[in-house]
């Protein structure tokens, strides 16, 4: 089994400010980690949960996945990342199954992780992101 644990479930919102306050009031959420990633297009805030996260992604440029996402479908469910312990080795194996990958090799992530996306189209209609930490 090449898959450690959920890392995290990732949530495409137009407002990310709207989308902190609403974790907030209705769970009681705080973030735990906030950043921009450039090479992405996007700003997340993750929201801890037992040992995953919840991810508010927001896009900070037009071109971004995630504005390209937001256009086409509206806001909810993004993707899945499942954590790994070699992301180069778990990558390999998703393409020897058949996967579709978007990330050849991978690459930096948010939180100083390692990631690699894999195509919805290969995984019966859900992104996937692989995650090392």
């Not at 137009?14 to 090479?39: P, T």
């Not at 256009?71 to 579709?100: F, N």
């Not at 939180?111 to 859900?126: D, E, L, N």
């Amino acid at each position: 089994m090449i898959l450690t644990e959920i890392d995290h479930i990732a949530i495409a919102v137009h407002d990310l400010e709207a989308a902190i306050a609403y974790y907030k009031d209705a769970f009681g959420a705080d973030v735990h980690h906030r950043e921009i990633v450039e090479s992405d297009g996007v700003e997340e805030a993750l929201i801890k949960v037992a040992d995953s996260y919840i991810q508010l992604t927001a896009a900070t440029n037009e071109d971004s996945p995630i504005a390209k996402f937001l256009s086409k479908r509206g806001e909810g469910l993004h993707h899945i990342g499942y954590r790994v312990d070699d992301c180069s080795k778990a990558l390999a194996e998703m393409i020897k199954a058949g996967a579709k990958p978007i990330d050849e090799a991978p690459r930096p992530g948010s939180r100083g992780t390692t990631v690699a996306f894999i195509h919805p189209k290969g995984s019966f209609g859900t992104l996937i992101e692989l995650v090392q930490e």
